[in-house]
């Protein structure tokens, strides 16, 4: 195996470009501790971003558990985001504000549909009272 001059990463001997960075691997058959004029230098490549949590992601989290509808909302709009920028910390935690806010909001219907049933049987009994 051998290594990219420009990026570091180890590549396959018969490589002719680095998969990682896209440059060319390809040498001057040169002896060993001999300067070759035109061999390429290695270059400074800007470390990788930190893949950290997007404030959006956060927010979105934190309203799904207090208003889901808001938190739902901003959740979908931090997921899409995080997958332009291909955050994927961001990304699972949108993901989770996602779902907590759609289970928060599914249980607020059916909460809604129990309680409107509740109310139909409770007056239909005082129907049936004054029917006596």
């Known amino acids: 195996m051998k290594f990219c001059t420009h990026c570091?990463?180890?590549?396959?001997?018969?490589?002719?470009?680095?998969?990682?960075?896209?440059?060319?691997?390809?040498?001057?058959?040169?002896p060993q501790g001999a300067a070759a004029p035109n061999a390429p230098q290695p270059q400074y490549r800007a470390p990788a971003p930190v893949d950290n949590y997007s404030t959006m992601s956060i927010i979105g989290l934190v309203l799904s558990f207090f208003t889901a509808f808001v938190g739902l909302i901003i959740s979908v709009m931090a997921y899409n985001e995080a997958k332009n920028t291909g955050s994927l910390k961001s990304q699972s935690m949108a993901?989770?504000?996602?779902?907590?806010?759609?289970?928060?909001?599914?249980?607020?219907?059916?909460?809604?549909?129990?309680?409107?049933?509740?109310?139909?049987?409770?007056?239909?009994?005082?129907?049936?009272?004054?029917?006596?």
């Open 8 to 30: 570091g990463k180890e590549v396959m001997d018969d490589a002719l470009i680095c998969p990682n960075c896209g440059c060319s691997v390809q040498y001057d058959e040169t």
């Open 95 to 132: 993901k989770a504000g996602i779902i907590i806010g759609a289970v928060e909001m599914g249980l607020g219907v059916l909460g809604v549909i129990i309680y409107i049933i509740a109310i139909i049987a409770f007056v239909g009994s005082f129907g049936a009272l004054a029917l006596i």
